[in-house]
């Protein structure tokens, strides 16, 4: 599995890529978060100042994996994302993109009562070879229809890959990436490479130009 996983890492992308890699690597070395986008060796190759003792993420992620030692997979990595992706990222968007809009949003699953109970139900029946959300699904299943208790999960799906294909939006990002902040902050033919390969289908890095584009916004909002 290590040799596999060694061998894919250096491979150009193909669909199934990412789980070989999964399949070769620690849960605790494998399983960073939702929110997790760059590599350490990209962070390095990408930014221009000096980076002699960058912040792993396993410095972030360690001490909530110390907390699940013995516990099985599905339940650590359940833990880190409640901790993690859930505060700091994912609950954080949500308010502040419906309060930007007036909207009050409300996330009953996460009270605390409900959590209480959540936290007691073995993973057995949490989730299965083939299903997820198991006991949740067969509850519902005497309330709701069935195209509804059996739907797939589904989150909040934006066309960034499709978006940054399109010339109207990768002008705006070329701009950006060709801007002095950026020039301060990162490497731009690494950017430009980034935007390049996206485009012609060598590679999907939506997720990575998004994440430096939207840097980018900030600082030029808030600091130019």
Avoid: C
């Avoid at 290590?2 to 894919?8: D, M, Q, S, V, Y």
């Avoid at 070879?129 to 195209?147: D, H």
């Avoid at 070329?174 to 690494?190: I, L």
């Amino acid at each position: 599995r290590k040799g596999l996983g060694t061998i894919a890492a250096k491979a150009p992308d193909f669909y199934g890529k990412n789980f070989i890699h999964r399949g070769s690597t620690d849960l605790v070395d494998r399983f960073i978060g939702n929110a997790n986008q760059f590599t350490p060796a990209q962070i390095t190759d990408l930014v221009t100042f000096d980076l002699t003792h960058p912040l792993q993420p396993q410095d972030i992620t360690g001490p909530f994996y110390a907390r699940t030692i013995g516990q099985d997979d599905a339940t650590r990595m359940q833990q880190l994302d409640i901790n993690l992706w859930m505060v700091g990222d994912i609950l954080l968007k949500a308010d502040k993109m419906s309060m930007a809009n007036s909207i009050e949003v409300r996330v009953p699953f996460l009270d605390k009562e409900v959590m209480k109970v959540a936290a007691k139900v073995p993973t057995k029946y949490r989730m299965d070879g083939t299903q997820t959300k198991k006991v949740f699904r067969a509850a519902a299943r005497s309330v709701l229809p069935r195209e509804y208790y059996e739907r797939p999960k589904l989150g909040f799906p934006v066309p960034i890959r499709v978006w940054l294909k399109d010339p109207v939006y990768t002008t705006r990002v070329r701009e950006a990436f060709s801007s002095e902040a950026a020039k301060t902050y990162f490497r731009t033919p690494v950017l430009t490479k980034l935007i390049d390969d996206h485009v012609a289908g060598v590679s999907d890095n939506s997720r990575l130009i998004w994440t430096v584009y939207m840097f980018l916004v900030w600082h030029d909002r808030y600091f130019a």
